[in-house]
């Protein structure tokens, strides 16, 4: 080190060999020196400033990439047998390798943890009422709701219902996804962590425990659960509104139009025949509902929509399966295919991962490959060496919601007497708050929903009951649901997994209690099947589970009994040589139990019979192509009409009109017509619906209202045209129709432009991909980091590329297809498939949304499955050894 002093700084005038030579700047530094010492000051406040942003910039990089995993090279981990594989593709989708079961499990916990940590952490503390906990008393209500039904608890109580082999699945799964997070910080999970450090969250997240995995299975069939909603809806609407008014909004289901999934077949002595006939059904009628019990179940309407969706909730939530037998395969063997229609978020619900015994044994029983959820052990929709199955939403009706009459603190009225309920108190901790006690009451119906909301806690003295002078203390509001009894859904899981035939899959199918789904099924012997599932409830005969009931009179109750699995609907080789489920009717009229009066109306599943049946024989290319297609059902019904308005003016009104001339009804994202048409939809929805019905009852606008309207379209007087509004003058059909003509016209103007073909759907139709928690933050900078949005799509609701929207808010995106696949049988590797999002829920990972673009293009990936075309794929390869002693 030199030890002349420190000289200032050099003065590029001079010849030293350290001054700089160029020209400009020799020029710049005289002109700094000669500037004002405020100036001066001010530029190297800018520079630091400059640097410190730098700096900053540099920091948050590091923050944010820090948890990006490890997914090539050696890692030593304490709790295997044996090494185990993890090879990953250029999108970054797992398959992995491993000797025994137990292996397996714990690297499908350890790569799970490694990608999804912190979305498992979240689901977790929701589905134990602790949201709380991190994000203080914005979440207190959900917490609420979910501690009173108990999703935790009853968890907990289907732990001794699984089999050994299941549990034994479940903790090695446990003990992987403790073994990645054990020697890891907080910021070294997720970036989610440090965001939440910088609001002052000390926070270390506890171990997983094989139950955490289980309560996440509540989650879905909460979200799945049917329709409990519609109950209360038309309730809400009796208040104004006469049965027969009500009838209309809620069309029987058209079976003539839309056939329903098994066509025949009947139940004989306890077992469903496909090939038997004769049944009965059912239809009683109800009284009606006094102003305090609407009053009550709309509170308790306020606190269900405030619920978190984890799957996604309402009409748009549905799927598209279907399955050709070998005849009606360019591949000479079947080929299915399967887009379950969920909530969108980023990340998105599905990862794709494998599951490879590298020999199979009684000692490791699995090679599988397909969708799986992070926080739970297994595939949940894919194939095996010998079968693939597929499912869609069977939503059966399986909540009703019963109405107490209560005495005092904790007595309810029973045939004339009262009997006590049972109570407990649970303790929510709220961060930066009090922890607050719940009480929750049960009655023999299930848990008081009512009571989670304190403004219809108690509905009042004053409420009516049937016989006056017996008024007790009012109206509240009973769950019952069969997710809230403890099943063993778990061993379901697993058994798919390791079926290798039609007897085996409908043995696993067996215990797949909630929710209930539609099975489709494939083998490599050629066949193909359909099962129903699920833990549905037998009703007496004065409940038909479409509106709340009195609790009080035990004839109301459900038997205690559910439709017996051989008695639910199955089929298997299908004269037609194939099986589609839409989320349309299961089963014709006939059939002697109730699955439900609520089925999704049957547009997507007709229109896949349509192109199936046109088609004959399809390619996997095919398949794939039929997924997307977006042709709108209600066009071919309502767009005749709109063309025959008269007095619309020529030009500029006209001219919009005029796109849906030769519109072929598809709605590609980048369509005119498609834009127009949903446009004047939305608006003949408001104009025919909005002043008749209550807000919370509007139009959504997907297929129960294009049966609505397409009938009323049939009626050009109906009562629902008239604007309530207007005194002077009764409206009708096509008034309607020309007023949301004209308006749409206005609208997209507005929006777009005034030339009508610029306008395009996808710009009105966008899938904005948005995290659950932070980002829905309300800062902006964090939003940017967590969220994806802009996504321009096509498609729409209750079409079979199902992009629903909600015509109450919008046109933006609220469900779509969570992944598409198309299975090959006749070779594992031909099959495709696609996420919504990637494979990481790392922000920072190329991974995250990697998928996205293509999903969006309508592009699939190839789906290697044998290990040759596996290694052939693969970019990134982690051994995972056992650590030594």
Known sequence: MSDQPASPSPDPTTTSTDAPRDARAVRWWRAFRRAPRAARWTAWAALGLVLLLVVLAATVVVVVRRPLPQTDGEVEVPGLASSVEVVRDDNDIPQVYADSDADLMFAQGYVHAQERFFEMDFRRHVTAGRLSEIFGPDTLETDKLIRTMGWRRVAEEEWALLEPATRDALTSYAAGVNAYVSDRSPSQLAVEYSVLGLTGLDYT?????????????????????????????????????????????????????????????????????????????????????????????????????????????????????????????????????????????????????????????????????????????????????????????????????????????????????????????????????????????????????????????????????????????????????????????????????????????????????????????????????????????????????TMPVEGWVSANDWTGDYIPFDGLPSVLDPEEGFIVTANQAVVDEDYPYL??????????????????????????????????????????????????????????????????????????????????????????????????????????????????????????????????????????????????LVAARDELTRRQARDPHLWEWGRLHRMNLRSATLGESGVGLVERLFNRDGWQVGGGSSIVDATSWNAVDGYEVTAAPSMRMVVSLADWDDSRWINLTGVSGHPASSHYTDQTELYVDGRTLPWAYTRDAVDAAADDTLMLEPAGD
């Open 205 to 545: 997240p506890e171990e997983w425990e094989p139950v955490d995995s289980l309560a996440w299975l509540k989650a879905m069939a909460w979200d799945l659960r049917g329709n409990m909603e519609a109950e209360v809806d038309r309730v809400l609407l009796s208040l104004d509104h006469t049965e027969d008014e009500i009838a209309q909004l809620w069309p029987e289901y058209p079976f003539t139009d839309h056939p329903p999934i098994v066509e025949g077949g009947g139940v004989v002595d306890g077992v469903f025949e496909q090939n038997a006939t004769g049944n009965a059904t059912r239809n009683p009628r109800r009284p009606a509902y006094p102003p305090e019990v609407v009053d009550a179940l709309e509170g308790v309407r306020d606190v269900v929509e405030a619920m978190p969706e984890l799957v996604g909730s309402g009409r748009g939530i549905g799927s598209n399966s279907w399955v050709v037998d070998g005849e009606h395969s360019a591949t000479g063997a079947p080929l299915l295919a399967n887009d379950p229609h969920l909530g969108i978020s980023q990340p998105g619900i599905w990862m794709q991962m494998g599951l490879h015994c590298r020999e199979v044994s009684d000692a490791c029983t699995l090679d599988t490959s397909g969708f799986t959820f992070s926080g739970v052990p297994g595939v949940i929709i894919g194939h095996n060496a010998d079968i693939a199955w597929g499912f869609t939403n069977l939503g059966p009706d399986v909540t009703d919601l019963f109405l107490e009459q209560t005495e005092g603190d904790d007595r309810y009225v029973r045939d004339g007497s009262t009997e006590a309920m049972d109570v407990r108190t649970e303790t929510i901790e709220v961060r930066g708050a009090d922890d607050v006690e719940l009480r929750v009451r049960e009655t023999v119906h299930g848990p008081l929903i009512s009571d989670v909301s304190s403004q219809f806690a108690t509905v009042g003295a004053n409420a009516p009951t049937d016989e006056p002078g017996e008024r007790g203390s009012g109206y509240a509001v009973a769950l019952a649901w069969t997710a809230l009894q403890p099943s063993p859904t778990a061993d379901a899981i697993l058994a798919l997994n390791r079926a290798s035939d039609w007897d085996s899959f409908r043995a696993a199918a067996a215990d797949f209690a909630v929710p209930a789904q539609n099975l489709v099924y494939a083998d490599r012997e050629g066949h193909i099947g359909y099962q129903s599932p699920g833990r549905i409830p037998i009703r007496r005969g004065g409940n038909d589970g």
């Open 595 to 740: 699955l439900t009066k609520d089925w999704d109306y049957g547009y997507r599943a007709t229109r896949i019979r349509e192109a199936l049946v046109e088609e004959g024989e399809l390619s996997v290319e095919e398949m794939a192509q039929l997924q997307l297609d977006s042709t709108n059902p209600m066009a071919e019904t309502l767009v005749p009409y709109l063309l025959d308005v008269e007095r619309l003016p020529r030009g500029y009104y006209r001219n919009a009109q005029d796109l849906l001339r030769d519109w072929d009804f598809t709605q590609p994202a980048d369509s005119a017509a498609a834009a127009y048409f949903n446009v004047v939809w939305r608006q003949v929805l408001e104009l025919t619906f909005h002043d008749d019905l209550r807000q919370r009852t509007w139009p959504d606008g997907g297929d129960r209202w294009f049966s609505v309207v397409g009938a009323l379209l049939n009626d050009p007087a109906s009562r629902w045209w008239d604007d309530s509004d207007t005194t002077d003058k009764v409206e009708t059909r096509d008034d309607v129709l020309r007023a949301a």
